[in-house]
């Protein structure tokens, strides 16, 4: 098949219009690296893989190279439902592609109206509130707190300060999201159980959840909040010097694992979500999973000291990095009768 491979790579951030940017702003783009990784895999299987990145002319080379299918791993740049951008142009050009369509992608980004559909199908998922500054009304929520930017990801704006205790470190946490990201601050009582992702591939009755992850705070150094904050993924973390952050699969009992796995199932048709998806789960002082959101554009770098969880979840279910590329372009070819 003559398969497309749209991506965003990552800059620095350097030129002039780049000086009100936050530091971490291209931090979801993929690295040369990464994307040259996924079109190798896609050519294990493939006759011709054409390279198109997302950027503005990205609707000229699809509309002019017409593949028969598009791995899409193009987060975006620009705009609160930026996610979204290249499936609609697809859908406009009524080219195939992989993943979630528009509304799921911008849903998903969008870490409130995620919540919001979860309470709505009655998925358990920390409580919590959006503000754009001023005195929160914090209702019954309760403190410890995380604070997050809204429509961001890659642990974007989540920093070792973002859970606080008291009113004044929430205020300050707020301010510093709305003023350096643009955009409304999420914030949702944290919860104090094990942390757990979990990688699925499949539609309808034929999704499949992969090898559960559990995220191991206690590697991290003293000082560094049991988050999975940018300190953590991008500092700490380093293919140089990999912390043993991660065990897969994880260590629990079987109605454990059980029910992490049935409310990231739940999660994910409740969200339309489409052949794959990370979601990131974490137990209350009850025990029960909540989910704290869903990511079905998942981070998929190749190389095991990177840390990366659904490659890892996969080489856990004896998946090759080009077995699961393959895997993803496979279902969704199914999906569209291809």
């Known amino acids: 098949m003559r398969v497309g491979l749209t991506y965003n790579l990552k800059r620095e951030i350097s030129s002039p219009g780049d000086a009100n940017l936050p530091e971490d702003f291209f931090l979801e783009c993929d690295a040369p ?26 609707f000229e080379k699809l509309r ?24 609609a142009i697809m859908e406009m050009l009524r080219i195939p592609y992989t ?3 528009p509304l799921t992608l911008a849903l998903c980004l969008n870490k409130g ?46 920093k070792n300060d973002c859970l606080v205790g008291n009113k004044a470190e929430l205020g300050d946490r707020i301010k510093r999201i ?14 104090p159980g094990r942390e757990f992702t979990v990688a699925l591939l499949g539609n309808g009755s034929t999704v499949r959840v992969l090898p559960i992850v559990e995220i191991n705070y206690s590697s991290l150094p003293a000082g560094i909040n049991p988050i999975y904050s940018y300190e953590a993924k991008w500092v700490l973390d380093t293919p140089e010097a990999p912390l043993n952050i991660f065990t897969c699969p994880a260590e629990i009992a079987e109605g454990l694992k ?3 796995a049935q409310t990231a199932i739940d999660a994910y048709i409740a969200l339309d979500v489409k052949d794959w998806c990370r979601i990131d789960i974490r137990l209350d002082s009850k025990g029960a999973p909540n989910v704290l959101e869903l990511n079905p554009l998942p ?3 190749m190389d095991p000291k990177c840390n990366s969880c659904f490659p890892k979840a996969a080489r856990s ?8 590329v393959n895997s993803v372009v496979d279902i969704a070819c199914k999906r569209y009768g291809i």
């Not at 199908?121 to 929520?141: Q, S």
């Open 33 to 58: 690296e990464t994307v040259g990784n996924v079109r190798d895999a896609l050519r294990e299987r493939h006759e011709e893989v054409i390279m198109i990145e997302a950027d503005e002319d990205a």
């Open 64 to 87: 002019s190279a017409r593949p028969q299918i598009v791995f899409n791993m193009a987060e975006g740049v620009w705009g609160a439902d930026r996610e979204s951008q290249m499936p």
């Open 99 to 101: 993943g979630s369509t």
């Open 113 to 158: 109206r995620t919540k919001e559909i979860l309470s709505h199908y009655g998925i358990p998922t920390p409580r919590f509130i959006i503000t754009e500054g001023g005195e929160p009304k914090l209702g019954h929520l309760h403190f410890p707190m995380i604070v997050k930017p809204l429509v961001e990801g890659s642990s974007k704006g989540i």
């Open 178 to 191: 709305v003023n350096e990201y643009k955009q409304p601050a999420l914030v949702e009582e944290f919860l």
């Open 258 to 260: 059980k029910a992490i």
């Open 299 to 301: 981070g998929i770098l």
């Open 317 to 324: 279910a004896g998946m090759t990095f080009g077995g699961l």
